[in-house]
């Protein structure tokens, strides 16, 4: 999954978020840093029940905030949402986006123009991201 820290650049460049069904996101800055939230039709719960560990469904939480604009969430991008963002600014007719796995990681690669980028990460979604955010920075 990307890093909090990835996803506050992506936001930071530029990259819009419209949240949908199963969008994780982050909620920084209010002591939430470490967990990762996700937009869901149902809150679902564990729970010991009578002795035994059960799904709880529930409407709300006791520790609930009221409410957060959006603006205040930080979107941690899947995978393939992030392969879609990138390839949605690459100019059409280019060569489609590569991720190839490596020992130690990944590499993302694309061609601008008449040259071929590449990011390198340990994690897939890192690479994907860092193309995307070279992207968004430097307007290839």
């Given at each position: 999954m990307l890093s909090l820290?990835?996803?506050r650049k992506l936001k930071e460049a530029g990259l819009a978020w419209a949240p949908?069904?199963?969008d994780f996101f982050a909620i920084p800055d209010r002591g939430f840093d470490d967990r990762v939230f996700v937009f869901s039709d149902v809150f679902v719960d564990v729970a010991w029940y009578r002795g035994q560990l059960a799904a709880t469904f529930q409407g709300s939480v006791e520790w609930a905030l009221d409410h957060l604009l959006v603006t205040?969430?930080?979107w941690l991008p899947s995978?393939?949402?992030l392969r879609q963002e990138l390839e949605k600014r690459l100019?059409?007719?280019q060569a489609g986006v590569r991720l190839t796995g490596m020992p130690g990681g990944y590499v993302c690669?694309?061609?601008t123009g008449?040259?071929?980028l590449a990011f390198t990460a340990d994690d897939a979604?890192?690479?994907y991201a860092a193309a995307l955010l070279h992207l968004l920075v430097a307007g290839d």
């Open positions: 820290s990835t996803a949908a069904l199963h205040e969430l930080v995978e393939a949402q100019a059409a007719g690669e694309f061609r008449d040259r071929w979604s890192e690479a």
